[in-house]
């Protein structure tokens, strides 16, 4: 069965810090990784990943994936409070048209 | 800007009641699901959608049926609604590949 895991489930930083987000998979007929951030409402788009090794990068957010290792990681450096939100990491398979979801990891940053 | 728009942010019903979530798109996309978002489980996909007066089941369908008559809008219907159908409902679109998936706002449903 296709799964997603993502760790850890809640994490708690203060401003400043660098965070590392997890996510594993196991998936047949891989597509692409995407990740997600989700605050009070709808989850917005962050990155998507299809090739390992190549880095996307958006201001303190980056994020790299290893198709051999099946896992992708979302780094976030100098956190500040708006980057609070749940972080979610979705996998496609070319076998189906549909996202399998992780559970997400809720991040809260504090001053 | 584009938008996906969920027609209600918060509704309580009762047991037993017929409920509809509707959601609309204004990006001309083929693709629409409906997703419920529960603590500790993540998004789980209840039905999806390929184009108009199309639908496929996702992974938790049970209880649940969709409505798919016009492009831009995709209802989820709860036929008899359960408390454990207590949740967010989020609904997305996405036109061919799945970079990009875009989220209506969600609607938090309590069924009493």
């Known amino acids: 069965e296709d799964k997603v895991v993502q760790s850890p489930l809640s994490l708690v930083v203060h401003e400043g810090d660098t965070v590392t987000l997890n996510c594993s998979y196991e998936v047949t007929n891989f597509r692409s990784l995407l990740w997600y951030k989700q605050e009070k409402k709808a989850p917005t788009f962050l990155f998507m990943l299809?090739?390992?090794?190549i880095e996307k990068k958006s201001g303190r957010l980056s994020s790299i994936l290893d198709k051999k290792e099946l896992f992708s990681i979302l780094n976030i450096t100098a956190t500040q409070t708006g980057d609070s939100a749940v972080y979610l990491c979705?996998?496609?398979?070319?076998?189906?048209?549909?996202?399998?979801f992780g559970t997400g990891t809720r991040l809260q940053v504090f001053p | 800007d584009v938008k996906v728009t969920q027609s209600s942010r918060y509704l309580v019903k009762r047991t037993g009641e017929k409920v509809f979530l509707e959601c609309v798109q204004d990006?001309?996309?083929?693709?629409m699901f409906w997703y419920r978002q529960d603590p500790g489980l993540g998004l789980r996909l209840i039905y999806f959608?390929?184009?108009?007066?199309?639908?496929e089941k996702g992974d938790i369908p049970e209880g649940y049926s969709v409505s798919r008559e016009k492009k831009e809008r995709f209802s989820l219907i709860l036929e008899s609604a359960s408390t454990n159908q207590t949740s967010m409902y989020l609904c997305?679109?996405?036109?061919?590949?799945?970079?990009?998936?875009?989220f209506g706002s969600g609607t938090r449903l309590t069924v009493v």
């Open positions: 979705a996998v496609d398979s070319i076998n189906t048209d549909k996202l399998i």
């Open positions: 299809t090739s390992s090794g």
């Open positions: 959608s390929y184009d108009v007066k199309m639908k």
């Open positions: 990006m001309d996309h083929e693709n």
């Open positions: 997305a679109s996405v036109q061919g590949a799945h970079y990009g998936y875009t």
